[in-house]
């Protein structure tokens, strides 16, 4: 009976196939998912309402997006009298550090001294006011802040260390 299939689709199918189990019994013994730490929402929402406060405090608009290292929004804020330019640049910001895991002040540096134009070219926003969010070396998030170019930098900042402390890393 096997010769029967030896020259036929079926025989090459059941060959593939034991071929496909022998492979498969290799790569078993290997781990077949990983485990990633990210920013969960509960985070995301307490970075938004502590930079929201401290803008509130200075009497100053800000817009603040948080989001997850893959770019996905988590939560935003926009105050009022945002306008509509500075809800976009707060999230592309967020987003922008996320994808290069750098703050995006340095990608503003490297731009504008042609070291590397490739964040243009992506459509990235490389401006300052967006960081990476790293603990224990991981980027887990990252948060963007725009509408004042004076508390950008400093209302980010001051959300995510109000979260995850002072010494949690964002370059």
């Known amino acids: 009976m096997k010769e ?16 496909d189990q022998l492979l498969h019994r290799t790569v078993s013994a290997q781990s077949l998912t990983t485990q990633k730490t990210e920013i969960s929402n509960y985070a995301a929402k307490e970075i938004v309402a502590a930079c929201a406060a401290l803008a509130e405090a200075e009497n100053m608009s800000v817009e603040i997006a948080v989001v997850d290292p893959h770019g996905n929004l988590l939560a935003f804020q926009a105050m009022d009298g945002a306008t509509e330019a500075a809800i976009l640049t707060a999230q592309l910001k967020a987003k922008t550090a996320a994808r290069w895991r750098r703050p995006t002040d340095v990608l503003f540096e490297r731009v504008n001294s042609h070291l590397n134009r490739a964040p243009e070219w992506a459509g990235d926003f490389p401006q300052g006011g967006g960081f990476p969010i790293v603990v224990n070396g991981t980027v887990i998030g990252a948060a963007g802040g725009g509408g004042d170019h004076s508390l950008d930098d400093q209302c980010t900042l001051h959300g995510i260390r109000a979260v995850f402390g002072q010494d949690v890393v964002v370059e």
Not at 4 to 19: K, L, P, V
């Open 4 to 19: 029967e299939y030896a020259g036929s689709i079926f025989g090459a199918c059941h060959s593939f196939f034991r071929r």
